[in-house]
């Protein structure tokens, strides 16, 4: 008998991490650090005059990462993706969610954006109340490496 508690307990941790898995779900999203030709990050208000950010947003079912990437930056941001994308690294957002931070150079604007909502600005000279975590984001993403490099 007493063999048969580890087995037991193998199955209950293995039951219990099967319903997490569908009770929690992961995330999945992705975000565009889109660089113009000074070298310069593009970044988007949030809502209600928020904080300043690289453009980001979930990817929806059946849509993989570039898509979704190509997605975001269209609605978000107002430009079409040239080209592919370089994704450079996933880093956790939040408990139960994974970003892919892709790194965009070869783009095109296709509505009105420049404005309050979006916006330039050097790397160097970062709005004040960009979180430091997206700040290093961004300065690992402008090193210009690849998933395998990093």
């Given at each position: 008998?007493?063999?048969?508690?580890?087995?037991?307990g193998?199955?209950v941790?293995?039951?219990?991490?099967?319903?997490?898995?569908?009770?929690?779900?992961?995330s999945?999203?992705?975000?565009?650090?889109?660089?113009?030709?000074?070298g310069?990050?593009?970044?988007?208000?949030?809502?209600?005059g928020?904080?300043?950010?690289?453009?980001?947003g979930?990817?929806?079912?059946?849509?993989?990462?570039?898509?979704a990437?190509?997605r975001?930056?269209?609605?978000?941001?107002?430009?079409?993706?040239?080209?592919?994308p370089?994704?450079?690294?996933?880093?956790?957002?939040?408990?139960?969610?994974?970003?892919g931070?892709y790194?965009?150079?070869?783009w095109?604007?296709?509505?009105?954006?420049?404005?309050?909502?979006r916006?330039?600005?050097?790397e160097?000279?970062?709005?004040?109340?960009?979180?430091?975590?997206?700040a290093?984001?961004?300065?690992?993403?402008?090193?210009?490496?690849?998933?395998?490099?990093?």
């Amino acid at each position: 008998m007493k063999e048969d508690i580890p087995l037991l307990g193998l199955l209950v941790v293995r039951a219990f991490q099967r319903y997490w898995r569908l009770v929690r779900g992961l995330s999945l999203s992705v975000e565009g650090c889109v660089v113009d030709e000074a070298g310069c990050v593009l970044m988007v208000r949030e809502e209600n005059g928020g904080n300043w950010e690289l453009p980001w947003g979930n990817v929806r079912a059946n849509e993989n990462l570039e898509s979704a990437l190509r997605r975001v930056l269209r609605e978000a941001a107002g430009i079409e993706v040239n080209g592919q994308p370089q994704l450079s690294f996933f880093h956790a957002a939040g408990a139960n969610g994974q970003t892919g931070s892709y790194l965009v150079r070869n783009w095109r604007p296709i509505t009105g954006w420049e404005g309050e909502p979006r916006r330039f600005f050097p790397e160097k000279a970062l709005p004040g109340d960009t979180a430091g975590e997206q700040a290093e984001r961004i300065r690992r993403l402008l090193q210009d490496r690849t998933i395998s490099q990093v």
